[in-house]
Each structure stands twice: as structure tokens, then as C-alpha cells.
């Protein structure tokens, strides 16, 4: 088996991140590996690196790279610029780039924009080599656990940006279609996959089905992703990890969206899901789905508070603390890929309703009769349960796209430009993040 299918040249083009990942991963050996009393170690080459002690921290970094290129840079990283860009958010406060993104623009020459590419690269580039590094240090590649870890994680590094961005670039190439990403992801998958049921790991076999199944939707693979998703329980959940230990390792959607950070820019007011979610405040009335979290702030005088756009300002509770984990795979979005293959392959409401009301059994909510739905009624359910339940996850930009060409239509507005002025979701430059100009700038391929 060849572990990864694609050329993992060490060229990265956008800002040559490949020296920086290597005096990270040389810093971490050193604090993991090495006695801290020794004096002016010298230059450390790249393959010093290659040694059992530099497994560890090469894992944990790829790790950690995914969770802050998802979460931390350019006003909140992947997540939470998808957030507004789609209908989860709304963007409330000053910050002029992610106030564009809330009202369906994306500038690429933005600096938060270059951030967000380039760090989602330096993630899926890191996670790919981390399978040639590792495997070189290996007796046997197909059986290790971390080569395992870190294809997984390259399938994740690769689906998220397939998701996310309006075009691909591998390494220095050319502009591509964004599925180029979506399918390295499905190799990866596959991989790791692989490699779990190799060396017994049941939950990293579990995540990759999900994961490839989440790849295989975007690509119109419905057999395919049927087949993944029937490998993962209901109950399943894989995570990734965030703590308070250091910034880098924040859970930045929780910074962002609770707490308040970088001057309150984002709320839940005027979603869908303010709609359909519960105000802790209770001021609020809605329909009061525990899935969906928020508290209406007020202040002294008992007024809603307002920021820089007259906006209310309602803080999302979707992620409690900074040490909140983010779920990459659920068996609920599983059974809402069933649920949405039902529709767009056979027109069958009754298998569709039943589906979501497997979801909506495990959370213990009140289920739905199949016979009260048509097709297009079964349909807004669908697009409404799985925004619930994948609320803040950056899942949203993934379903949203790929329901432009879907049978009916993505029900949902959200006001972007002002109180008085909604603008329908999908009425956006791009449902998508655009390649950073600083690519497009550096790379003579394109």
C-alpha cells in the first residue's frame, strides 16, 4: 500500500512555511527530547528530526496545527468566518474583514484572508509530511498507530479546505477545482482507514468512515458515503481537543462567539438559529432546541446591548470554556447524511424523517411524523436538523454549497447589511473563501 498518494514536494509556496514547521517541530524536540541545560545545541538539520523521540511531538503538532487553523487566525479561523459567511452568525462589531465575509464578500487580499489559507495549508502540508517523516522512522509504516493519526488528520486537513475554499492549490501548482482537495481527503481516508484496521484501532477506523463519508457527499458519492456512514454508531464523537494552557491551543470559536474576545464582532442575533435555539437569558422566545445555545446580553439599565453596527449582541454558548472540544465526526451527522441521501436519491420522506428522528432520539427531543412531510417539506427539515445539529462546527459551508444544487431550495435568510436590507444566504459573491492573494502573487503556476 502506498500511504500517500500525492506529491509531497517541500515547496509551500504562500509564505515558505516548510523552514518555519521545521524549526517548530525542532523547538518541540528539543523541549521534549533533549536536556535543557545543554548550551548553544547548534543548527539542527532536518533529519535530526528523524528519530523515534520526534514521533510524539510531530503528532501532537499536527494535531495542534488543525485545531488552530480551524479556530484561531483571521477573526476566528475557518469555523468561525464560515460562520457568519453562512447564516450561523452575524457580525456585529468593527472589524471591517469579517464584517465583509457577514455581508457575502470575501476579499483575498485581505490580511485576515491570508491568514486563514495559509495557515489551513501549513496544516494539511505538516499532517502529509508528518506520513513521510514518520514512515521513514518506522520499521513498518501500515501498521503504525501514528502514521495512522497523521494520515487521518491529513484527510481532515484536506476535506476541511475542500469544503471552505473556492479553489485548490497543491504545493505550488496550479489553481484547481476545490474538490482536487475533497478527493486527496478520500485518499487519505482510505489510508487510514487501512491502517486502523491493522493495528486495531477501532475509534481512529471509525473517524476515517466518517470522514470519508463527509468527503464523498461533496463529491455526489451517495453509495459511497451510505456505505461509510453505516460504520459509525449514532453515539460516536471524535474530537478536537482544545485547552487553556496557550493561546495557539484556545478553542477560538468559544474566544470568539462567548467570550467576547477581540471586541465583541460576532451574535447570534438575526440567524435562523436565534429562531430556533434556546435563550439562556430567556427573554427570548424561540422554539427552544437545547442543541442550539445562546444568552441575550444586557446591561445595567436592562437594555439589550448593542455594538458598533446597532446590532444586539447575543453571545453563543455552542462551546462552554476554551478547553471545549469540537467534533470532526458524529454518528448524528451520519445519520443526517442518510437522511439527505434518502431525498436526493430516491425521494424517500419516510426513510429521510426517519433518520432525523434517530438524531433527535439520541438527544431525547420529540420526533416527527413521516406522513405530515412532503419532498420539499422534508427537505427544510432536513436543512434545518442539520444546521442544529452541526451549529458552529464548520460543517454549515459544506451543506450550503452543495444544497445550491440541490432539489428546492436553502430556506434560510440572514440579515447582512443592515436592520432593513436582508440578504438571502445564497445571494453572496462566493459561498466560499477565496485563495489568498498572497498565493496567487508568489506562485508562477498560476
Known amino acids: 500500500m502506498k500511504l500517500n498518494k500525492h506529491n509531497n514536494k517541500s515547496l509551500f509556496t504562500l509564505t515558505g512555511w516548510s523552514g518555519n514547521i521545521l524549526a517548530m517541530l525542532t523547538a518541540v524536540f528539543l523541549l521534549t527530547a533533549c536536556d535543557l541545560g545543554v548550551e548553544n545545541p547548534g543548527q539542527i538539520d532536518d533529519s535530526d528530526l528523524d528519530t523515534p523521540a520526534a514521533i510524539t511531538p510531530l503528532v501532537n503538532g499536527v494535531k495542534g496545527d488543525f485545531g488552530y487553523a480551524t479556530t484561531i487566525p483571521g477573526g476566528g479561523g475557518l469555523y468561525t468566518v464560515t460562520g457568519v459567511l453562512t447564516d450561523e452568525l452575524v457580525h456585529v462589531g468593527s472589524w471591517i474583514p469579517i464584517r465583509l465575509a457577514s455581508f457575502g464578500v470575501s ?3 485581505e490580511p485576515e484572508n491570508q491568514s486563514r489559507w495559509g495557515y489551513a495549508q501549513r496544516a494539511r502540508w505538516v499532517a502529509e509530511d ?3 517523516r514518520i514512515g521513514n522512522i518506522v520499521d513498518n509504516p501500515e501498521n503504525d498507530p501514528n502514521v495512522g493519526m497523521v494520515t487521518l488528520y491529513a484527510g481532515f486537513s484536506n ?3 475542500g469544503d471552505t475554499f473556492c479553489e485548490a492549490v497543491i504545493d505550488g501548482g496550479p489553481l484547481e477545482n476545490h474538490l482536487v ?3 486527496r481527503a478520500v485518499d487519505f481516508f482510505t489510508d487510514a482507514i487501512t491502517i486502523a484496521q491493522n493495528v486495531g484501532d477501532g475509534e481512529m477506523l471509525t473517524a476515517a468512515y466518517g470522514g470519508r463519508a463527509q468527503a464523498h457527499i461533496m463529491l455526489g458519492n451517495w453509495d459511497d458515503a451510505l456505505n461509510d456512514a453505516s460504520n459509525v454508531s449514532t453515539d460516536f464523537v471524535f474530537n478536537q481537543a482544545h485547552s487553556d494552557n496557550a493561546a495557539r491551543e484556545h478553542n477560538g470559536v468559544h474566544n470568539w462567539t462567548t467570550r467576547g474576545d477581540n471586541g465583541d464582532q460576532m451574535s447570534v442575533w438575526g440567524t435562523p438559529f ?3 435555539g434556546t435563550d439562556r437569558s430567556g427573554i427570548m422566545e424561540s422554539e427552544g432546541d437545547p442543541r442550539v445555545q445562546y444568552e441575550v446580553q444586557i446591561d445595567s439599565e436592562g437594555e439589550m446591548v448593542t455594538n458598533q453596527l446597532d446590532r444586539p449582541l447575543w453571545y453563543s454558548y455552542k462551546f462552554e470554556t476554551r478547553n471545549s472540544p469540537i467534533p470532526i465526526v458524529k454518528g448524528t451527522e451520519m445519520r443526517l447524511i442518510e437522511a439527505e441521501a434518502a431525498l436526493a436519491q430516491n425521494q424517500d420522506v419516510s426513510t429521510a424523517i426517519n433518520r ?10 420529540d420526533t416527527f411524523n413521516a406522513d405530515d412531510y412532503t419532498l420539499e417539506s422534508a427537505w427544510v427539515l432536513l436543512m434545518k436538523e442539520k444546521g442544529i445539529e452541526l451549529w458552529l462546527e464548520g460543517r454549515r459551508i459544506a ?9 428546492g431550495s436553502v430556506p434560510f435568510d440572514v440579515i447582512r447589511e443592515d436592520n432593513n436590507n436582508p440578504l438571502p444566504v445564497l445571494e453572496v459573491e462566493a459561498m466560499c473563501l477565496e485563495v489568498s492573494s498572497d498565493e496567487i502573487n508568489s506562485n508562477p503556476n498560476i
Open 107 to 109: 476579499i483575498n487580499s
Open 159 to 161: 476535506r476541511v479546505m
Open 274 to 276: 436565534a429562531d430556533w
Open 181 to 183: 482537495f475533497t478527493e
Open 130 to 132: 508528518a506520513i513521510r
Open 356 to 365: 432525523i428522528n434517530e438524531v433527535r432520539e439520541h438527544h431525547g427531543l
Open 399 to 407: 451543506d450550503l454549497r452543495r444544497w445550491a444544487n440541490t432539489p
